[in-house]
Nanobody, 121 residues
Framework: QVQLVESGGGSVQPGGSLRLSCAAS????????MGWYRQAPGKQRESVAT???????NYADFVKGRFTISGDNAKNTVYLQMDSLKPEDTDVYYC???????????????WGQGTQVTVSS
């Protein structure tokens, strides 16, 4: 099995910063993509930022210029640096990984348990 453990959420004032971390562990041959999604109560989960193994990144329009995704392939870890936070960034943030567990095997999606980010004055 594969586990994703997130950390770094919390409460911050508007304009502040937080850094989320997500570490994957378990039976992992290769992680192809990792990323962050967020979900508010009653709404669909939406992509925030994604990172491929080769280093390509993709950001949602609402975080471009404010959030930065990075990763460490050797540690199976992905980070999300969130700057200039706004109240509308308040959500539960979920880590995601597309994992190949065995050489020549298939790829599967895994999710973390979620971490709350609250932006409020």
């Amino acid at each position: 099995q594969v586990q994703l453990v997130e950390s770094g959420g919390g409460s911050v004032q508007p304009g502040g910063s937080l850094r989320l971390s997500c570490a994957a562990s378990g039976i992992i041959f290769r992680i192809h993509n990792m990323g962050w999604y967020r979900q508010a109560p009653g709404k669909q989960r939406e992509s925030v930022a994604t990172l491929t193994r080769g280093g390509n990144t993709n950001y949602a329009d609402f975080v471009k210029g404010r959030f930065t995704i990075s990763g460490d392939n050797a540690k199976n870890t992905v980070y999300l640096q969130m700057d200039s936070l706004k109240p509308e960034d308040t959500d539960v943030y979920y880590c995601y990984a597309n994992v190949q567990k065995l050489s020549g095997g298939g790829r599967y999606d895994y999710w973390g348990q979620g971490t709350q980010v609250t932006v409020s004055s």
